[in-house]
């Protein structure tokens, strides 16, 4: 796992005043945390292509297997972020060449797979990667971001530069020489949300690479985008698709087929010295369980395995209490980290500093503090994201799908289901804010959703599957779980993230997946198969810090608001950005968990810019 960035010129020289090895040693210095372990950069094409790496040392912990990598005949030079997890499947097909490993890094099998396929390798890779592949013949440069958005990339191209990072702090460097400015239509999809969806960015002229996308910069800096895969459940562009034959298997005894699958995928993702994370929900817990059935295939010592659950205060102990009793039952080295508020507001005054883009996941928090007691033992650890969005996990979809049914094309799914089924801010405070500029930065957003509501108007469950597949997912769960891992530079995996199970999961239809009230009956039944029946817990707690009526946290919270909103305001009345906020603030009269915790983050990211990048237009 690791931090890359890349710094190319378009013409014939870097801009005046840009000192190339000075400017790329900063932007990967902002994103050390990430790969704190090596640090290394190289220049191509006569000073012309700068690459960057900041490596953690997982799968070959030798210099050897630093970056940037070059292929066997020097062709392709390659960045990358993440992990490839079917490197052993690469390897075989390599070694019908003539090129012999000099290591065990996957790093090596990638690099040298692009080289002998171009990017339409892409649809043979799978793993959570982010990548930059430069062809030292022709000069082009290959950028790609996987299937699911597990890692980020982001890139900008102005002036003469081409640029990308892992984290768009990075790219902030080089606002001396692009214009940048806070984007007021990201501003307001970011209330509407809790995070700014791709490919936009908080800032313009930034962009990100959306999930399952790759791009193609010629020498001159023309950006060329496609894509290798997307989310669908009547197919998709992944080269691992399922024939009709499987699918009809899979469909026949979806337990079985999910049986062998998850196998597979644990012992391709798992390490023998990855700690598992065992929130006690369905989704961890059942990774857990394959875990164990590795780890006796593998001969692994049980007690060398290292689990960890979250327990927050204002939560009932029941989820806890369930993965005590497993992870002991197992032998494993457990521990149950118990967060009060007051270390929720510690692990907030970290995060509201260090945080690249604004996000307004309450769960941020309990991640963060997880990973910081992960990191001194781990340096990987297994989780169970993906689930819900893959196997239609989530309660809250039964009662929107039946009301979208009965309104049928009336209405805007997509919009009625970020009203009211992952509510942010206040919508008519959204709305006051955007007529005040005559802005409605949503409206397109909403348009594309419509196609997708149009492609599944007879399943409104399976329309709001693919839709978090698509936003949700990538947008805020995985960028929480990226942000707060790498923070700490520790590397997170989900085994239900791989590319043949979530095709295979696509492939199911609700019938499937909900029985009598029960959601991802599939997962269920394995779950029960492994460990015996699964204990009424009630509701669903999930990470989600409570900002509770009068506690601690939401005080703080508040005071944040309140001190630092008046802060900007007097700092810079006459801003756009400040002026949208000071109005949506009047305008909204509800304001919940989710609207004072993104608002809050969103205050301190703007002052921290104002401070760190005075150059950047707020």
């Known amino acids: 796992m690791c931090g890359i960035a890349g710094l190319i010129s378009t013409t014939e020289t870097f801009p005046k005043g840009l000192e190339p090895e000075k400017i790329i040693r900063r932007m990967i210095e902002k994103i050390r945390h990430r790969g704190p372990e090596a640090v290394r950069i190289k220049e191509y094409n006569n000073q012309k292509c700068w690459l960057a790496n900041a490596r953690l040392r997982v799968s070959d912990e030798r210099d050897i297997a630093d970056q940037p990598y070059e292929s066997k005949n020097k062709r392709i030079k390659l960045v990358f972020n993440g992990e490839i997890y079917n490197s052993s499947y690469l390897e075989k097909i390599l070694k019908k060449t003539d090129w012999v490993p000099k290591s065990q890094s996957d790093t090596e099998r990638l690099v040298e797979i692009i080289d002998a396929v171009g990017i339409e390798s892409l649809h043979s890779i799978d793993g959570m990667f982010a990548f930059c592949a430069f062809n030292e013949r022709n000069k082009h440069l290959y950028i ?7 890692k980020p990339l982001y890139y900008v191209s102005g002036n003469g530069i081409f640029a990308f990072a892992s984290e768009l702090s990075a790219l902030l460097e080089l606002s001396p020489w692009i214009p940048m400015n806070v984007s007021l239509d990201s501003t307001s999809q970011y209330f509407s949300l809790r995070y700014v969806p791709a490919p936009h960015t908080a800032i313009n002229p930034i962009r990100k690479l959306e999930p399952g996308q790759y791009a193609v910069i010629t020498p001159k800096g023309d950006v060329s985008l496609d894509r290798f895969f997307s989310p669908s459940k009547t197919g998709t562009l992944c080269s691992n698709d399922l024939n009709r034959s499987t699918t009809e298997i899979i469909h026949k005894n979806p337990e079985a087929a999910f049986d062998l699958l998850l196998s597979q995928s644990v012992e391709q993702t798992v390490p023998q010295d990855a700690a598992i994370i065992v929130s006690g929900g369905v989704d961890s817990t059942l990774v857990a369980a394959y875990t164990v059935e590795l780890d006796k295939k593998m001969g692994v010592t049980s007690s060398n395995r290292r689990s960890y659950t979250i327990q927050l205060e204002h939560q009932s102990s029941d989820e806890s209490e369930w993965a005590k009793f497993l992870t002991g039952k197992w032998g494993w080295n457990h521990e149950l980290i118990t967060l009060t508020d007051r270390q929720l507001i510690n692990s907030y005054l970290r995060i509201s500093e260090r945080l690249d883009e604004p996000l307004g996941d309450r769960s941020l928090l309990p991640s963060w503090s997880l990973a ?12 169970g994201d993906g689930g819900d969005e893959l196997f239609i996990g989530y309660e809250r979809y039964l009662a929107i799908a ?70 949700y997912l990538p947008g805020s769960v995985l960028t ?60 669903k707690q999930g990470f989600g810090a409570a900002i509770r009526s009068g506690s601690e946290l939401e005080m703080f919270l508040k005071d944040n608001i309140q001190s630092k909103l008046k802060q900007l305001i007097d700092s810079n009345p006459d801003s756009y ?6 109005k949506f603030v009047k305008g909204s009269n509800k304001w919940s968990q989710n609207s004072i915790f993104s608002l809050s983050i969103w205050i301190d990211w703007l002052l921290r810019l104002q401070k760190e990048y005075p150059t950047i237009k707020i």
């Not at 790609?144 to 597990?150: I, N």
């Not at 239900?496 to 269920?524: D, F, Q, W």
């Open 144 to 150: 790609a971001r996987d299937r699911f958005g597990q």
């Open 372 to 383: 910081q007691a992960i990191q001194p033992h781990n340096r990987v650890a297994i989780g």
């Open 402 to 471: 039946k009301y979208l049914s009965h309104h049928g094309d009336k209405i805007n799914w997509a919009e009625f289901y970020w009203k009211h089924g992952l509510p942010v801010g206040d919508w008519n405070g959204i709305q006051a804010a955007n007529k005040r500029f005559g802005i409605n930065p949503m409206s397109s957003f909403l348009e594309q959703m419509r196609i997708l509501q149009a492609e599944y108007s007879d399943s409104p469950l399976e329309f709001l599957q693919i839709l978090d597949l698509i936003n």
């Open 480 to 539: 929480k779980a990226d942000r707060s891992s790498m923070d700490w530079g520790l590397e997170t995996r989900s085994p239900l993230l791989n590319s043949r199970i979530a095709v295979a999961a696509l492939s199911l239809k609700p019938k499937h997946l909900i029985k009598n009230g029960n959601m991802k009956i599939v997962l269920r039944n394995l779950l029960e198969n492994k460990v015996g029946k699964i204990p009424n817990q009630g509701p």
């Open 577 to 582: 950005i400040i002026q949208w906020i000071s």
